[in-house]
């Protein structure tokens, strides 16, 4: 007799033949409901877990920024990711445990969303950073969304789309949100007004980057994840380069890449530097210079200021560095520069330098 049938003739008996149900039938529905309660009973994670997750965490959010070391950093990325996924989706963490894992959750793949964008696969970042954006969602952590907001907005950028910049820009704003997540995206928002040709918009809105400049430190809470989730202020220097840039202000962008420090060396991990920022920051520096009308400009001074870049290791040449050479490329293939044999030198050099041929080498 199926279930069902046995269900419905038992219920037909009566209370007063209760014996004759069947013993099996009751350990059948003891069992069921203890797998029912199992199912959505939180379970403790063992003694160090999350603490060992959250260390890997941050170990691999500052080889991130000190190295850029993409091939050798991915894997281990990509298996945190997984071991978060053990816990934080079948395992239904414990409320107390729930919110640290879904934080790291959301770091991660914030995390992989950079390293995507780098490798040159920003729809994959852009999917990446929505993921995250759930998992800040669940972690009703304020910080680890406007961070969610910073990397949709830069991989926007980079990708030729600043009004979607904007959108996440003014979403930020909205939320009022604060500390080193505010700065980065007003950083942003300068950037996307500039190349939307909104000039006077975002000159208005530069200073508030600027006053702020020094004040933001690695103390904001989400720092502690790591270093890729901070916005010391070298690194609040070189959005400054770029936004004057954008501006053609070449004046505030010569004093912004010196305020950097560092001059022609590239710096070491142990500087607490980002070495990208840095080599960005000189990039746009270049540009500035092809811009520049004055004696000081040109591709000579161009040249000068890529000279310590096209010394960086192997795997710090990341997809954006490409993108700015081609900035710089369109520049000295202008009428202005034809037959100067310095700008043909440094576009063979740029030309040899490219990044994406390593990219196309390792799958990126």
């Not at 980079?158 to 910049?165: F, G, M, T």
């Not at 500039?194 to 809470?221: I, S």
């Not at 700015?324 to 030309?351: C, K, W, Y």
Request: proline share 5%; net charge neutral; hydrophobic share 40%.
């Amino acid at each position: 007799m199926d279930r069902r049938t046995l269900i419905k003739k038992t219920a037909a008996v009566g209370v007063g033949l209760a014996a004759a149900v069947p013993a099996s039938l009751l350990w059948t529905a003891a069992y069921e409901s203890a797998q029912v309660s199992k199912a959505v009973m939180p379970i403790d994670i063992a003694p160090g877990t999350v603490d060992d997750l959250r260390g890997e965490l941050h170990r691999l959010a500052n080889d991130y920024v000190h190295t850029s070391d993409l091939p050798r950093i991915i894997g281990s990325v990509i298996l945190l990711r997984d071991r978060l996924a053990v816990q934080v989706d079948p395992r239904r963490p414990h409320p107390r445990q729930a919110r640290e894992l879904y934080l790291m959750m959301g770091a991660t793949c914030l995390l992989l969303a950079s390293i995507s964008h780098d490798l040159g696969e920003s729809d994959a970042g852009m999917m990446q950073a929505k993921s995250a954006e759930v998992f800040a969602d669940l972690a009703e952590y304020p910080e680890l969304t406007a961070w969610v907001l910073c990397t949709q907005a830069m991989i926007d950028l980079w990708r030729q789309r600043p009004a979607d910049a904007l959108r996440h820009a003014e979403r930020g704003r909205a939320m009022s949100i604060t500390g080193s997540g505010s700065v980065r995206l007003t950083g942003l928002h300068v950037r996307a007004l500039a190349q939307l040709n909104r000039k006077d918009e975002a000159k208005a809105l530069l200073p508030r980057v600027e006053r702020t400049a020094g004040r933001v430190t690695r103390t904001d809470a989400l720092a502690e994840l790591g270093t890729v989730f901070s916005f010391p202020e070298t690194r609040q220097r070189y959005y400054a380069a770029v936004s004057h840039t954008e501006l053609g202000n070449y004046p505030a962008v010569e004093r912004a890449v010196a305020a950097l420090g560092h001059d022609d060396q590239p710096p070491s991990s142990s500087d607490g530097a980002w070495p990208i920022s840095w080599a960005l920051s000189r990039c746009y520096l270049a540009l500035a210079r092809l811009d520049h009308r004055g004696s000081d400009g040109g591709p000579e001074a161009a040249a000068q200021a890529l000279r310590p870049v096209l010394s960086l290791a192997e795997p710090q040449r990341i997809n954006q560095l490409g993108q700015v050479f081609d900035q710089i490329n369109g520049r000295l293939t202008t009428p202005m520069f034809s037959g100067n044999s310095t700008a043909q030198e440094l576009r063979d050099t740029l030309h040899n330098f490219r990044p994406d041929k390593r990219l196309a080498v390792t799958g990126g």
